[in-house]
């Protein structure tokens, strides 16, 4: 039996949810415990009280080991029926043994089942159906009575250790398959991320070049067609001078980002040193800027310098863009004041410039700002000038605290 049993412990668990489907498996299970029990009974001597069965206890042996074929799916109705068939075995006095088999592979898989509470209802009540029998019968209650009580309990306490350690396996198992879920998802968030930060690295490098590539293009254009016969050459070579520049210092930028994007994450990234070529590149494009900065005294954060000149290089782009003036006035001011650095930049438009319509986005310029200064934990404010002037306003606060400083940049 206990090997039985040791063969049981290993097998899978049983069905969340009662089902009527049995196996081939549970088929040879119950004829292989039948002929067990027919061994048994066949085997063992016959003493008083105790004899071979006769066509009736044959059939009540073989019952109860059909039985078996539903102890997973439907574990009690599986025990009710074996004691019904196992009672009258028992009390037509045939070999005493030999369902036992049975009985205790059914009250196994009853634990085995659970709950608990069932299984602690089940065990007395086995015990005093035994007891109740064996008095019917004429059997003292002495040993055989206690030995019989030991085995129930036994097999019950075997059931509920398996049961809890499958359902320990199976809280383990899924946990892991949380912490997966988990990582897979964590991975895909990151890599959202990743290509965001390269969509606004490309998009305000992208879009800074070739606006100032287009306005420049525009003002050699307009010399070249304006009056053909005094061609002013040198404005001519001016222009095309400038367009020369805004490529190279684009092609050597996007070197810079390809290099950051690739293994190498460790590369430079654009800070407050670059914001002056960025003022003098839109001077070349035909806006009048004028430039304040002052970085401080303490060292500033390179992600907080890197956010700073995209949004002063994406505020200059649209203040060339959109400004509506030939020569537009730009005011950039970078200042390092109470742990933060202070970014603002405002242009001189023809009229104020109205803040997007509810039913149209913004763009990405404004959306990419926006989430470079949430990056480093800072705020993004950008819309028309408040001071009554025409205009619009660019404004970003963003932290750079002493714990987090790095060597400050040179200029």
Known sequence: MGGVLSSLAHGRAPAAAPTTSVSYTDVAFAAAIF???????????????????????????????????????????????????????????????????????????????????????????????????????????????????????????????VRMHRNYIAAIMERAERAERTREEEAARRVAEERLRIARDLHDLLAHSITLIGVQTSVA????????????????????????????????????????????????????????????????????????????????????????YRIIQESLTNAVRHAGAPAPRVRVAVRHRDAALHVCVEDDGPEPVKPPAADRPEGFGIVGMRERARSVGGTFAAGPRTDGTAGFSVTAVLPCPADRAEPAETY
């Not at 066509?55 to 042996?61: F, Q, Y």
């Open 221 to 308: 254009a307009h010399i070249l067609l304006a009056d053909p016969d005094r061609l002013d050459r040198t404005a001519v070579a001016g222009a095309l001078d400038n367009i020369a520049d805004t490529c190279r210092e684009a092609r050597s930028e996007l070197r810079t980002t390809l290099r950051v994007l690739r293994a190498d994450s460790d590369g430079p990234l654009p800070g407050l040193a670059g914001i002056p070529s960025l003022t003098r590149a839109a001077e070349a494009a035909g806006a009048d800027v004028s430039l304040t900065l002052d970085p401080g005294k303490d060292a500033v954060p390179a992600a907080v310098g890197a956010a700073a």
């Open 35 to 161: 002929l067990g029990q027919a061994a048994l009974a066949l085997a063992l001597p016959e003493a008083a009280r105790s004899h071979r069965p006769d066509a009736l206890g044959w059939i009540l042996l073989a019952a109860g080991a059909a039985l078996l074929t539903w102890r997973r799916h439907a574990p009690m109705w599986c025990l009710a029926g074996t004691v019904a068939v196992v009672a009258p075995y028992h009390y037509m006095e045939n070999i005493q043994e030999a369902p036992l088999l049975a009985s205790m592979i059914v009250l196994y898989s009853v634990a085995v089942a659970g709950p608990p509470a069932r299984t602690f209802l089940v065990v007395p009540t086995v015990v005093g159906t035994m007891a109740t029998v064996m008095a019917a019968i004429g059997r003292p209650a002495g040993a055989p009575m206690l030995q019989g009580a030991g085995w129930v309990v036994s097999v019950a306490v075997a059931g509920e250790v």
